[in-house]
């Protein structure tokens, strides 16, 4: 059995992050490991959430690991909250990374053309120098235009989105030779940049991809429907890295993972959940993964 890393929060209360990627990913049939980045009462769509920083704990976790020679077979990290959290799960990725592991990276930042509350400029930075150790990444349009300096556009085409990828692909070659990657963990000689939240017709979204080593351009679209939940975004990311441990490719990965993320948002419809608490996957989990 494969078994993944998932580096994120947890929220005690509303679905998203590590209590999203967990059930999600254990349904695929992959052994799901956690590192907590922080704890927190709600997720931050909820005013004033109680937050307890998990940076310590984080080190003496990985250190545990390391004395028992754990191996992953994938690293995926979601939220992340903090610049000094970011620079831990950096160090995390060169103390297990191996030949094989795959490295999967969900910038989470920012969206609707700005960074999310408490981020700066300066962890949009520290967020590309993360991407740049990865082998596939899936930033949002939000995310891409803040690590790579391009005008972030509510109205856009397919042109717009093929250059944002060259430009966070270019943006990831250049990083990957800054002292923050250095010698002891270069970057991935092929690397899959994901735009996610794309929508080239009306009615239809889902997400671009490119990838380096051969510059195929790949987009999947499903219905886009009337409606948006907290937590689509790590639900979407958990089922891409979950099909990659199961031998997809990652364009059949975005493709599964976009189908599962509209049925989430269906069945959430039917139920008439509120927004806040995130999709009802409960429903669904059994049938697309």
């Keep these: 059995m494969k078994r993944i890393l998932t580096i994120q929060d947890i929220s005690c209360l509303g679905r998203c992050s590590i209590t999203v990627s967990l059930p999600v990913l254990s349904a695929m049939g992959i052994e799901t490991s956690i590192l907590p980045t922080a704890l927190l009462s709600t997720h931050t769509m ?40 970011i620079a831990l799960t950096q160090q995390v990725i060169r103390d297990f990374r191996s030949e094989d592991t795959i490295v999967f990276v969900d910038p989470v930042m920012g969206d609707h053309g700005r960074l999310y509350a408490g981020f700066s400029s300066s962890y949009a930075e520290k967020n590309r120098s993360l991407c740049a150790m990865a082998d596939m990444i899936v930033p949002n349009i939000t995310e891409a235009c803040l690590m790579t300096g391009i005008e972030y556009r ?54 671009a991809g490119l990838d380096s080593s051969d510059d195929e351009y790949y987009i999947c679209q499903t219905e886009q429907l009337p409606a948006v939940y907290h937590g689509t975004g790590d639900i979407f990311s958990s089922v891409t890295a979950g099909s990659l441990l199961q031998g997809l490719s990652w364009q059949e990965a975005l493709q599964k993972a976009a189908r599962f993320t509209a049925c989430t948002i269906r069945a959430s419809m039917e139920e008439q959940a509120d927004p806040r608490f995130g999709v009802a996957f409960e429903k669904v989990l059994g049938q697309e993964l």
């Excluded at 998990?54 to 754990?70: C, D, F, P, V």
């Excluded at 989105?161 to 923050?180: C, F, H, P, Q, W």
Aim: charged fraction near 25%; include cysteine; proline fraction near 4%.
């Design 46 to 85: 909820f005013e004033s959430p109680f937050r307890m920083d998990l940076s310590e704990q984080m080190q003496a976790i990985t250190a545990h690991w390391k004395k028992e020679n754990i191996h992953f077979d994938a690293i995926y990290t979601g939220y992340l909250g903090t610049e000094e959290e």
């Design 154 to 207: 509510e109205n856009y085409d397919e042109k717009y989105i093929k250059e944002l990828m060259a430009k966070m692909r270019a943006v990831l070659l250049d990083t990957s030779g800054s002292t923050d990657i250095c010698q002891e963990n270069p970057s991935p000689s092929s690397q899959i940049v994901a735009i996610t939240g794309v929508s080239l017709s009306p009615g239809q979204i889902g997400a």
